[in-house]
């Protein structure tokens, strides 16, 4: 099992482009969660989907963010006109449903916004 | 809307040392209470977790949880330079499985 899978590590855009983040969760967990993750405001979160239906998107940018998940391998994580604020590390994560609960962390995709 | 809070924010201290990391939370209702641990640059790991208030002891770590308090923590016995990360605790509440994480405490232990 290799695990969260995340693309690309690292993305460094411009302000104003547009950046667009993979995740690939763990075969069989049907809970799929993005936090962004800053020195300052710690890891916060973002939005959760489950069995691929958006469940809880109550962190996100409403203007800028958008995240789906069109199948239960894939979900992508959309910033649109980043701004240098948005810079942060996005984690998602996965995890299978029912009271154990626990949340399998990718390493991340860094971005940084000149 | 809950609130994690975690003291201190740093701590160092010598190898083979008792580390104390604690969490508050806000919204007693809350059901999943767990601690993550981070290598700098690593994805955060899951640790332990504790559902009922109580102690549950997993070799080196412990946990406790005093939901009245709106209070957990974690205990590191014999305190080793590799336990040196980023220790996140985690609450869920009820109806979702949404995590809400705290600041974290750095901890360093020196050799």
């Known amino acids: 099992n290799a695990g969260v899978i995340q693309t690309p590590r690292h993305k460094v855009t411009g302000k104003g482009q547009e950046a667009t983040l993979w995740c690939e969760p763990i075969?069989?967990?049907?809970?799929v969660f993005w936090y962004r993750q800053t020195i300052v405001q710690g890891l916060e979160f973002l939005t959760y989907?489950?069995?691929?239906?958006?469940?809880?998107d109550s962190g996100m940018p409403k203007e800028r963010f958008s995240a789906q998940m069109p199948n239960q391998s894939h979900s992508t994580l959309k910033i649109q006109s980043t701004q240098p604020q948005d810079s942060a590390v996005y984690l998602c994560?996965?995890?299978?449903?029912?009271?154990?609960?626990?949340?399998?962390f990718g390493e991340g995709s860094k971005l940084t916004v000149l | 809307q809950q609130k994690v809070q975690q003291s201190p924010e740093s701590l160092i201290v010598p190898e083979g040392a008792m580390t104390s990391l604690n969490c508050t939370f806000s919204d007693s209702a809350s059901q999943y209470f767990a601690w993550y641990r981070q290598h700098s640059g690593k994805a955060p790991k899951a640790l332990m977790s504790?559902?009922?208030?109580g102690e549950k002891e997993e070799g080196r770590f412990t946990i406790h949880l005093n939901k009245a308090s709106l209070h957990f923590s974690l205990h590191i016995r014999d305190s080793q330079p590799s336990d040196s990360a980023l220790y996140l605790c985690a609450v869920r509440g009820t109806g979702n499985y949404k995590y809400v994480f705290g600041a974290g405490t750095r901890l360093k232990v020196i050799a």
């Open positions: 504790i559902f009922s208030n």
């Open positions: 075969s069989g967990h049907s809970a």
């Open positions: 994560a996965s995890s299978l449903e029912g009271n154990t609960g626990q949340l399998y």
């Open positions: 989907f489950r069995n691929q239906a958006p469940i809880d």
